[in-house]
DNA sequence: GCTTGTGAACGTTTTCACAGCG
DNA sequence: CGCTGTGAAAACGTTCACAAGC
Protein backbone atom coordinates (compact mmCIF):
# COMPACT_ATOMS: atom_id res chain seq x y z
CA UNK A 1 0.00 0.00 0.00
CA UNK A 2 1.21 3.68 -0.18
CA UNK A 3 3.12 4.60 2.34
CA UNK A 4 1.96 6.49 5.64
CA UNK A 5 3.07 10.02 5.59
CA UNK A 6 0.87 9.68 8.47
CA UNK A 7 2.58 10.05 11.79
CA UNK A 8 0.59 7.57 13.58
CA UNK A 9 1.11 4.31 10.93
CA UNK A 10 -1.53 2.38 14.39
CA UNK A 11 -4.08 4.54 12.12
CA UNK A 12 -3.38 2.65 8.47
CA UNK A 13 -6.60 0.72 10.08
CA UNK A 14 -8.05 -2.53 7.87
CA UNK A 15 -11.17 0.12 7.24
CA UNK A 16 -9.37 1.39 4.34
CA UNK A 17 -9.33 -2.12 2.97
CA UNK A 18 -10.89 -1.94 -0.79
CA UNK A 19 -14.82 -2.14 -1.04
CA UNK A 20 -13.93 -5.26 -3.65
CA UNK A 21 -11.12 -6.82 -1.26
CA UNK A 22 -13.92 -7.04 1.41
CA UNK A 23 -16.44 -8.24 -0.72
CA UNK A 24 -14.22 -10.69 -1.96
CA UNK A 25 -13.41 -12.05 1.53
CA UNK A 26 -16.73 -12.94 1.99
CA UNK A 27 -17.00 -15.28 -0.44
CA UNK A 28 -13.73 -16.95 0.72
CA UNK A 29 -14.92 -16.94 4.55
CA UNK A 30 -18.07 -19.24 2.10
CA UNK A 31 -15.38 -21.78 0.19
CA UNK A 32 -13.27 -22.11 3.18
CA UNK A 33 -15.85 -23.12 5.28
CA UNK A 34 -17.11 -25.67 2.77
CA UNK A 35 -14.02 -27.20 2.01
CA UNK A 36 -13.65 -27.14 5.75
CA UNK A 37 -16.72 -29.23 6.12
CA UNK A 38 -16.13 -31.55 3.12
CA UNK A 39 -12.73 -32.37 5.24
CA UNK A 40 -10.26 -29.71 3.50
CA UNK A 41 -7.28 -28.63 5.81
CA UNK A 42 -5.33 -26.75 3.94
CA UNK A 43 -5.38 -24.79 0.44
CA UNK A 44 -3.32 -22.99 -1.54
CA UNK A 45 -4.37 -19.61 -3.23
CA UNK A 46 -4.33 -21.10 -6.53
CA UNK A 47 -6.91 -23.92 -5.80
CA UNK A 48 -9.40 -21.87 -3.93
CA UNK A 49 -9.03 -19.03 -7.27
CA UNK A 50 -9.85 -21.86 -9.14
CA UNK A 51 -12.76 -22.58 -6.74
CA UNK A 52 -13.94 -18.91 -6.83
CA UNK A 53 -12.64 -17.69 -10.62
CA UNK A 54 -10.12 -15.24 -9.01
CA UNK A 55 -6.42 -15.60 -9.86
CA UNK A 56 -3.72 -16.59 -6.94
CA UNK A 57 -2.57 -13.44 -6.75
CA UNK A 58 -5.46 -11.68 -6.10
CA UNK A 59 -6.17 -14.24 -3.14
CA UNK A 60 -2.71 -13.31 -1.71
CA UNK A 61 -2.85 -9.46 -1.43
CA UNK A 62 -5.95 -9.32 -0.41
CA UNK A 63 -5.48 -11.73 2.42
CA UNK A 64 -2.06 -9.62 3.24
CA UNK A 65 -4.18 -6.41 3.48
CA UNK A 66 -4.80 -8.13 6.72
CA UNK A 67 -1.87 -9.52 7.82
CA UNK A 68 0.21 -13.06 7.32
CA UNK A 69 -2.29 -15.90 7.30
CA UNK A 70 -0.44 -18.40 5.00
CA UNK A 71 2.40 -21.30 5.24
CA UNK A 72 4.92 -20.86 2.54
CA UNK A 73 5.29 -23.54 0.78
CA UNK A 74 1.43 -25.27 2.15
CA UNK A 75 -1.12 -22.62 1.68
CA UNK A 76 -3.49 -22.05 3.85
CA UNK A 77 -5.15 -23.58 7.06
CA UNK A 78 -8.69 -23.38 6.32
CA UNK A 79 -9.66 -23.39 10.27
CA UNK A 80 -7.21 -20.78 11.28
CA UNK A 81 -8.51 -18.75 8.25
CA UNK A 82 -11.98 -19.13 8.35
CA UNK A 83 -11.10 -17.89 12.14
CA UNK A 84 -9.47 -14.98 10.64
CA UNK A 85 -11.69 -13.48 8.08
CA UNK A 86 -14.46 -14.00 11.12
CA UNK A 87 -12.67 -11.53 13.13
CA UNK A 88 -12.12 -9.22 9.99
CA UNK A 89 -15.78 -9.60 8.97
CA UNK A 90 -16.85 -8.52 12.57
CA UNK A 91 -19.12 -12.01 12.37
CA UNK A 92 -16.29 -13.60 14.95
CA UNK A 93 -19.49 -12.02 16.77
CA UNK A 94 -23.31 -12.69 17.51
CA UNK A 95 -25.62 -9.80 15.47
CA UNK A 96 -28.98 -9.40 16.98
CA UNK A 97 -30.92 -8.30 13.56
CA UNK A 98 -34.61 -6.03 13.64
CA UNK A 99 -36.30 -7.19 10.40
CA UNK A 100 -39.08 -4.10 9.46
CA UNK A 101 -41.94 -5.51 7.15
CA UNK A 102 -43.34 -8.77 7.52
CA UNK A 103 -44.70 -8.59 3.97
CA UNK A 104 -43.76 -11.77 1.67
CA UNK A 105 -40.10 -11.24 1.11
CA UNK A 106 -40.04 -10.50 4.88
CA UNK A 107 -41.53 -13.98 6.07
CA UNK A 108 -38.75 -15.48 3.92
CA UNK A 109 -35.94 -13.58 5.48
CA UNK A 110 -37.58 -14.45 9.33
CA UNK A 111 -37.64 -18.08 7.88
CA UNK A 112 -34.11 -18.18 6.36
CA UNK A 113 -31.74 -20.20 7.24
CA UNK A 114 -28.54 -19.03 6.25
CA UNK A 115 -27.98 -16.50 8.96
CA UNK A 116 -27.31 -17.88 12.13
CA UNK A 117 -24.08 -19.77 10.75
CA UNK A 118 -22.70 -16.54 9.61
CA UNK A 119 -23.87 -14.91 12.95
CA UNK A 120 -26.73 -13.68 12.04
CA UNK A 121 -29.98 -13.42 13.66
CA UNK A 122 -33.55 -11.95 13.36
CA UNK A 123 -34.48 -11.20 17.03
CA UNK A 124 -37.67 -9.20 16.30
CA UNK A 125 -39.90 -7.71 13.70
CA UNK A 126 -41.66 -4.70 13.07
CA UNK A 127 -44.88 -4.44 10.82
CA UNK A 128 -47.31 -1.72 10.66
CA UNK A 129 -50.48 -3.90 10.16
CA UNK A 130 -52.13 -4.69 12.98
CA UNK A 131 -53.43 -7.69 11.93
CA UNK A 132 -49.80 -9.11 12.24
CA UNK A 133 -49.07 -7.03 15.25
CA UNK A 134 -48.66 -9.84 18.30
CA UNK A 135 -48.30 -12.80 16.13
CA UNK A 136 -45.56 -15.19 16.18
CA UNK A 137 -43.26 -16.47 13.00
CA UNK A 138 -40.75 -18.71 13.78
CA UNK A 139 -40.98 -17.49 17.24
CA UNK A 140 -40.26 -14.12 16.55
CA UNK A 141 -42.95 -11.63 17.74
CA UNK A 142 -43.95 -9.04 15.72
CA UNK A 143 -44.10 -5.43 17.27
CA UNK A 144 -45.57 -2.70 15.87
CA UNK A 145 -43.69 0.27 13.88
CA UNK A 146 -44.01 2.19 16.93
CA UNK A 147 -41.99 -0.02 19.42
CA UNK A 148 -38.71 0.47 17.21
CA UNK A 149 -37.06 2.65 19.94
CA UNK A 150 -37.53 0.04 22.55
CA UNK A 151 -36.62 -3.07 20.49
CA UNK A 152 -33.46 -1.77 19.04
CA UNK A 153 -32.06 -0.47 22.29
CA UNK A 154 -33.26 -3.13 24.78
CA UNK A 155 -31.69 -6.06 22.58
CA UNK A 156 -29.06 -3.93 21.55
CA UNK A 157 -29.49 -3.83 18.23
CA UNK A 158 -26.92 -2.14 15.89
CA UNK A 159 -28.31 -3.82 12.21
CA UNK A 160 -31.70 -3.68 10.24
CA UNK A 161 -33.38 -5.06 7.13
CA UNK A 162 -35.93 -3.36 5.29
CA UNK A 163 -38.61 -5.23 3.63
CA UNK A 164 -40.99 -2.49 3.10
CA UNK A 165 -43.02 -1.08 0.53
CA UNK A 166 -40.77 1.20 -1.99
CA UNK A 167 -42.60 4.14 -0.74
CA UNK A 168 -42.44 3.44 2.69
CA UNK A 169 -38.78 2.78 2.98
CA UNK A 170 -37.35 6.22 3.83
CA UNK A 171 -39.33 6.61 6.43
CA UNK A 172 -38.84 3.60 8.11
CA UNK A 173 -35.31 3.57 7.35
CA UNK A 174 -34.74 7.30 8.88
CA UNK A 175 -36.84 5.82 12.14
CA UNK A 176 -34.58 3.21 12.90
CA UNK A 177 -31.49 4.96 12.27
CA UNK A 178 -33.48 7.49 15.05
CA UNK A 179 -33.43 4.05 16.87
CA UNK A 180 -29.37 3.73 17.09
CA UNK A 181 -29.09 1.10 13.78
CA UNK A 182 -25.42 1.85 12.08
CA UNK A 183 -26.09 -0.87 9.61
CA UNK A 184 -29.09 -1.09 7.31
CA UNK A 185 -29.80 -3.97 4.65
CA UNK A 186 -32.45 -2.60 2.61
CA UNK A 187 -34.73 -4.74 0.25
CA UNK A 188 -36.79 -2.05 -1.29
CA UNK A 189 -36.09 -0.81 -5.08
CA UNK A 190 -35.25 3.22 -3.97
CA UNK A 191 -31.96 4.80 -3.05
CA UNK A 192 -31.92 5.72 0.72
CA UNK A 193 -30.29 8.90 1.86
CA UNK A 194 -28.84 8.02 5.02
CA UNK A 195 -26.43 9.84 7.62
CA UNK A 196 -22.59 9.39 7.11
CA UNK A 197 -22.36 6.83 10.12
CA UNK A 198 -25.18 4.86 8.88
CA UNK A 199 -24.33 1.99 6.68
CA UNK A 200 -26.09 1.05 3.75
CA UNK A 201 -26.09 -2.17 1.47
CA UNK A 202 -28.99 -2.49 -1.16
CA UNK A 203 -30.20 -5.79 -2.68
CA UNK A 204 -32.85 -4.99 -6.08
CA UNK A 205 -33.77 -8.14 -7.11
CA UNK A 206 -35.27 -6.84 -10.23
CA UNK A 207 -32.02 -4.70 -10.60
CA UNK A 208 -29.73 -8.07 -10.25
CA UNK A 209 -31.99 -9.63 -13.11
CA UNK A 210 -31.40 -6.86 -15.63
CA UNK A 211 -28.08 -7.40 -14.93
CA UNK A 212 -27.94 -10.58 -16.14
CA UNK A 213 -30.52 -9.35 -19.29
CA UNK A 214 -27.61 -7.24 -19.83
CA UNK A 215 -25.03 -9.64 -20.27
CA UNK A 216 -26.99 -12.46 -22.10
CA UNK A 217 -27.89 -9.56 -24.59
CA UNK A 218 -24.77 -8.62 -24.96
CA UNK A 219 -23.20 -12.21 -24.83
CA UNK A 220 -20.89 -13.27 -28.15
CA UNK A 221 -23.61 -13.96 -30.92
CA UNK A 222 -23.62 -17.44 -31.13
CA UNK A 223 -21.62 -18.59 -28.63
CA UNK B 1 -12.87 5.42 -25.31
CA UNK B 2 -9.07 3.67 -26.88
CA UNK B 3 -9.70 4.33 -30.52
CA UNK B 4 -10.30 1.25 -32.70
CA UNK B 5 -7.35 -0.20 -34.54
CA UNK B 6 -10.15 -2.67 -34.92
CA UNK B 7 -11.02 -2.69 -38.52
CA UNK B 8 -14.44 -3.04 -38.11
CA UNK B 9 -15.94 -0.21 -36.18
CA UNK B 10 -19.35 -2.09 -35.73
CA UNK B 11 -17.48 -4.94 -33.52
CA UNK B 12 -17.00 -1.71 -30.59
CA UNK B 13 -20.25 -3.47 -28.78
CA UNK B 14 -21.55 -1.94 -25.70
CA UNK B 15 -20.80 -5.27 -24.37
CA UNK B 16 -17.43 -3.89 -23.74
CA UNK B 17 -18.73 -1.44 -20.98
CA UNK B 18 -17.35 -1.79 -17.39
CA UNK B 19 -18.96 -3.82 -15.03
CA UNK B 20 -19.65 -1.47 -12.78
CA UNK B 21 -21.24 1.31 -15.36
CA UNK B 22 -23.46 -1.16 -15.94
CA UNK B 23 -24.12 -1.75 -12.62
CA UNK B 24 -25.08 2.01 -12.18
CA UNK B 25 -26.85 2.27 -14.94
CA UNK B 26 -29.57 0.59 -13.11
CA UNK B 27 -29.64 2.76 -10.39
CA UNK B 28 -30.12 5.30 -12.99
CA UNK B 29 -32.80 3.25 -14.55
CA UNK B 30 -34.62 2.93 -11.20
CA UNK B 31 -34.37 6.72 -10.24
CA UNK B 32 -35.41 8.09 -13.59
CA UNK B 33 -38.45 6.33 -13.26
CA UNK B 34 -39.33 7.22 -9.91
CA UNK B 35 -38.25 10.84 -10.85
CA UNK B 36 -40.60 10.75 -14.14
CA UNK B 37 -43.45 8.85 -11.88
CA UNK B 38 -43.44 12.18 -9.48
CA UNK B 39 -43.24 14.96 -12.64
CA UNK B 40 -40.15 15.74 -13.18
CA UNK B 41 -38.93 15.64 -16.99
CA UNK B 42 -35.94 16.18 -16.97
CA UNK B 43 -32.48 16.32 -14.85
CA UNK B 44 -29.12 17.23 -14.84
CA UNK B 45 -26.30 15.11 -14.10
CA UNK B 46 -25.30 16.80 -11.04
CA UNK B 47 -29.15 16.20 -9.43
CA UNK B 48 -29.07 12.78 -10.58
CA UNK B 49 -25.78 12.67 -8.71
CA UNK B 50 -26.93 13.76 -5.44
CA UNK B 51 -29.73 11.24 -5.55
CA UNK B 52 -27.73 8.58 -6.13
CA UNK B 53 -24.25 9.06 -4.50
CA UNK B 54 -22.44 9.43 -7.46
CA UNK B 55 -20.13 12.17 -8.86
CA UNK B 56 -21.77 14.04 -11.99
CA UNK B 57 -19.05 13.70 -14.26
CA UNK B 58 -19.27 9.77 -14.14
CA UNK B 59 -22.61 9.63 -14.67
CA UNK B 60 -21.83 11.41 -17.98
CA UNK B 61 -19.44 9.48 -19.03
CA UNK B 62 -20.94 6.29 -17.95
CA UNK B 63 -23.86 7.17 -20.34
CA UNK B 64 -21.50 8.50 -23.02
CA UNK B 65 -20.51 4.60 -23.52
CA UNK B 66 -23.73 4.30 -24.89
CA UNK B 67 -24.17 7.40 -26.89
CA UNK B 68 -24.76 11.14 -27.39
CA UNK B 69 -28.52 11.14 -24.10
CA UNK B 70 -27.96 14.85 -23.13
CA UNK B 71 -28.65 18.09 -24.23
CA UNK B 72 -26.42 20.83 -23.09
CA UNK B 73 -27.78 23.33 -20.88
CA UNK B 74 -30.70 21.37 -19.94
CA UNK B 75 -29.56 18.02 -18.78
CA UNK B 76 -31.50 14.50 -19.92
CA UNK B 77 -34.96 13.89 -20.57
CA UNK B 78 -36.30 11.52 -17.74
CA UNK B 79 -38.75 9.24 -20.91
CA UNK B 80 -36.73 9.47 -23.15
CA UNK B 81 -33.11 8.43 -21.32
CA UNK B 82 -35.15 5.79 -19.88
CA UNK B 83 -36.25 4.31 -23.49
CA UNK B 84 -32.38 4.30 -23.72
CA UNK B 85 -31.24 2.56 -20.71
CA UNK B 86 -34.15 0.40 -21.24
CA UNK B 87 -32.68 -0.48 -24.45
CA UNK B 88 -29.28 -1.50 -23.65
CA UNK B 89 -29.86 -3.18 -20.84
CA UNK B 90 -32.46 -5.29 -22.71
CA UNK B 91 -35.55 -4.95 -20.53
CA UNK B 92 -37.05 -3.02 -23.03
CA UNK B 93 -38.04 -6.75 -23.96
CA UNK B 94 -40.18 -9.21 -21.78
CA UNK B 95 -38.26 -11.69 -20.17
CA UNK B 96 -39.77 -14.89 -19.12
CA UNK B 97 -37.88 -16.45 -16.43
CA UNK B 98 -37.88 -20.03 -14.52
CA UNK B 99 -37.68 -20.40 -10.59
CA UNK B 100 -36.39 -23.48 -8.96
CA UNK B 101 -37.24 -24.14 -5.40
CA UNK B 102 -40.30 -23.44 -4.44
CA UNK B 103 -39.18 -22.91 -0.54
CA UNK B 104 -39.38 -19.89 1.50
CA UNK B 105 -37.87 -17.52 -0.43
CA UNK B 106 -38.97 -19.20 -3.53
CA UNK B 107 -42.67 -18.36 -2.87
CA UNK B 108 -41.68 -14.70 -1.65
CA UNK B 109 -40.21 -14.23 -5.15
CA UNK B 110 -42.85 -15.48 -6.94
CA UNK B 111 -45.08 -12.96 -4.98
CA UNK B 112 -42.65 -10.59 -5.66
CA UNK B 113 -44.30 -7.37 -7.52
CA UNK B 114 -41.16 -5.92 -8.63
CA UNK B 115 -40.25 -7.81 -11.51
CA UNK B 116 -42.89 -7.41 -13.70
CA UNK B 117 -42.16 -3.62 -13.97
CA UNK B 118 -38.80 -3.98 -15.19
CA UNK B 119 -40.09 -6.61 -18.19
CA UNK B 120 -39.30 -9.92 -15.93
CA UNK B 121 -41.59 -12.55 -15.41
CA UNK B 122 -41.88 -15.78 -13.37
CA UNK B 123 -43.65 -17.63 -15.66
CA UNK B 124 -42.95 -21.09 -14.07
CA UNK B 125 -41.88 -22.66 -11.08
CA UNK B 126 -40.00 -26.25 -10.83
CA UNK B 127 -39.92 -28.10 -7.40
CA UNK B 128 -38.39 -31.82 -6.91
CA UNK B 129 -41.43 -31.77 -3.85
CA UNK B 130 -44.10 -34.39 -4.83
CA UNK B 131 -46.34 -32.25 -2.52
CA UNK B 132 -45.72 -29.02 -4.17
CA UNK B 133 -46.14 -30.69 -8.07
CA UNK B 134 -49.09 -29.83 -9.54
CA UNK B 135 -50.34 -26.75 -7.22
CA UNK B 136 -50.43 -22.90 -7.90
CA UNK B 137 -48.97 -20.02 -6.54
CA UNK B 138 -50.03 -16.66 -8.08
CA UNK B 139 -51.27 -18.62 -10.89
CA UNK B 140 -48.13 -19.90 -11.55
CA UNK B 141 -47.97 -23.78 -11.80
CA UNK B 142 -45.70 -26.04 -10.06
CA UNK B 143 -43.62 -28.44 -11.85
CA UNK B 144 -41.27 -31.33 -10.97
CA UNK B 145 -37.68 -30.75 -11.54
CA UNK B 146 -37.50 -33.30 -14.64
CA UNK B 147 -40.06 -30.88 -16.58
CA UNK B 148 -37.13 -28.60 -17.09
CA UNK B 149 -36.48 -29.13 -20.88
CA UNK B 150 -40.05 -28.66 -22.05
CA UNK B 151 -40.71 -25.66 -19.26
CA UNK B 152 -37.71 -24.00 -20.72
CA UNK B 153 -37.88 -24.73 -24.46
CA UNK B 154 -41.92 -24.35 -24.71
CA UNK B 155 -41.36 -20.83 -23.21
CA UNK B 156 -38.88 -19.61 -24.66
CA UNK B 157 -36.88 -19.02 -21.64
CA UNK B 158 -33.08 -17.78 -21.20
CA UNK B 159 -33.21 -17.15 -17.15
CA UNK B 160 -33.40 -18.80 -14.27
CA UNK B 161 -33.70 -17.92 -10.45
CA UNK B 162 -32.03 -20.72 -8.61
CA UNK B 163 -33.86 -20.76 -4.65
CA UNK B 164 -32.76 -24.08 -3.47
CA UNK B 165 -30.42 -25.60 -0.86
CA UNK B 166 -26.69 -24.88 -1.01
CA UNK B 167 -26.39 -29.11 -1.46
CA UNK B 168 -28.70 -28.73 -4.45
CA UNK B 169 -27.48 -25.77 -6.35
CA UNK B 170 -25.13 -26.81 -8.80
CA UNK B 171 -27.37 -29.86 -9.97
CA UNK B 172 -29.89 -27.83 -10.64
CA UNK B 173 -28.00 -25.17 -12.01
CA UNK B 174 -26.22 -27.89 -14.43
CA UNK B 175 -29.81 -29.11 -15.32
CA UNK B 176 -31.35 -25.91 -16.16
CA UNK B 177 -28.09 -24.96 -18.35
CA UNK B 178 -28.61 -28.00 -20.01
CA UNK B 179 -32.27 -26.56 -20.42
CA UNK B 180 -30.90 -23.95 -22.24
CA UNK B 181 -30.65 -21.20 -19.73
CA UNK B 182 -28.04 -18.86 -20.67
CA UNK B 183 -28.81 -16.32 -17.48
CA UNK B 184 -28.61 -17.37 -13.51
CA UNK B 185 -29.75 -15.83 -10.60
CA UNK B 186 -28.40 -18.05 -7.31
CA UNK B 187 -29.54 -17.30 -3.98
CA UNK B 188 -28.27 -20.53 -2.60
CA UNK B 189 -24.99 -19.83 -0.62
CA UNK B 190 -22.61 -21.53 -2.96
CA UNK B 191 -20.36 -20.84 -6.11
CA UNK B 192 -21.56 -21.87 -9.31
CA UNK B 193 -19.26 -23.79 -11.78
CA UNK B 194 -20.86 -22.94 -14.84
CA UNK B 195 -19.75 -22.96 -18.51
CA UNK B 196 -18.61 -19.31 -19.96
CA UNK B 197 -21.42 -19.04 -22.26
CA UNK B 198 -23.96 -18.72 -19.31
CA UNK B 199 -23.89 -15.55 -17.02
CA UNK B 200 -24.20 -15.80 -13.79
CA UNK B 201 -25.64 -13.64 -10.52
CA UNK B 202 -25.50 -14.55 -6.81
CA UNK B 203 -27.01 -13.00 -4.46
CA UNK B 204 -26.13 -14.20 -0.65
CA UNK B 205 -28.25 -12.81 2.01
CA UNK B 206 -26.02 -13.67 5.17
CA UNK B 207 -22.70 -12.34 2.57
CA UNK B 208 -24.77 -8.95 2.25
CA UNK B 209 -25.03 -8.53 6.13
CA UNK B 210 -21.23 -9.61 6.72
CA UNK B 211 -20.38 -6.77 4.48
CA UNK B 212 -22.45 -4.15 7.01
CA UNK B 213 -21.33 -5.92 9.48
CA UNK B 214 -17.22 -5.01 8.43
CA UNK B 215 -18.29 -1.29 7.84
CA UNK B 216 -20.03 -0.93 11.40
CA UNK B 217 -16.78 -2.68 13.15
CA UNK B 218 -14.69 -0.87 11.34
CA UNK B 219 -15.93 3.14 11.73
CA UNK B 220 -14.90 5.61 12.85
CA UNK B 221 -14.90 5.14 16.66
CA UNK B 222 -17.45 7.60 17.64
CA UNK B 223 -18.37 9.71 14.78
C1' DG C 1 9.56 -29.22 -5.11
C1' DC C 2 5.61 -25.96 -4.00
C1' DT C 3 3.59 -21.72 -2.02
C1' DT C 4 3.47 -17.24 0.27
C1' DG C 5 4.06 -12.23 0.41
C1' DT C 6 5.20 -8.16 -2.15
C1' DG C 7 7.39 -4.31 -4.91
C1' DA C 8 6.88 -2.92 -9.50
C1' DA C 9 4.41 -2.83 -13.87
C1' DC C 10 0.25 -2.65 -15.89
C1' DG C 11 -4.48 -1.75 -16.98
C1' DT C 12 -8.67 0.07 -15.78
C1' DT C 13 -11.88 3.39 -13.68
C1' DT C 14 -12.70 7.85 -11.78
C1' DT C 15 -12.07 12.63 -11.49
C1' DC C 16 -10.71 16.93 -13.35
C1' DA C 17 -11.31 20.74 -16.17
C1' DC C 18 -12.76 22.91 -20.13
C1' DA C 19 -14.33 23.46 -25.09
C1' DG C 20 -18.62 23.56 -27.29
C1' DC C 21 -23.39 24.08 -27.50
C1' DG C 22 -28.26 25.30 -26.55
C1' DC D 1 -25.39 31.22 -18.16
C1' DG D 2 -25.88 26.08 -17.38
C1' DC D 3 -24.96 21.67 -18.80
C1' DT D 4 -23.09 18.03 -21.75
C1' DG D 5 -19.36 15.36 -23.66
C1' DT D 6 -14.54 14.34 -23.52
C1' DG D 7 -9.49 14.38 -23.66
C1' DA D 8 -5.91 14.37 -20.10
C1' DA D 9 -4.49 13.44 -15.46
C1' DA D 10 -4.96 11.11 -11.31
C1' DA D 11 -6.35 7.39 -8.50
C1' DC D 12 -7.19 2.85 -7.97
C1' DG D 13 -7.12 -2.17 -8.41
C1' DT D 14 -5.07 -6.25 -10.59
C1' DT D 15 -1.49 -8.99 -12.36
C1' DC D 16 3.27 -10.09 -12.82
C1' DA D 17 7.34 -12.05 -11.34
C1' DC D 18 10.46 -13.26 -8.01
C1' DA D 19 12.92 -13.45 -3.38
C1' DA D 20 12.21 -15.93 0.72
C1' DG D 21 10.52 -19.83 3.36
C1' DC D 22 8.81 -24.53 4.31
New binding site residues.
Given amino acids: MSLPKDKTPETITVGDA????VNRLSFYLRELQNLLASGTATI????LGKRLG?????I??D??YFG?????????RCDELIAKIKSILGTDRFWPVVLVGVGNLGRALLRYKGFDKQGFRIVAALDSDPDKIGRLIEDIPIHGLNEIQAVVSSRGIRLAIIAVPANDAQTVANDVVAAGVVGVLNFAPVTLILPPHVHNVGVDLAMELEQLSFAVVNSPPKS
Avoid: E, M
Avoid at 44 to 47: D, N, V, W, Y
Avoid at 54 to 58: G, K, M, N, Y
Fill in positions: PKAVSSSQFTDAQRKLAHFGYPGVGY
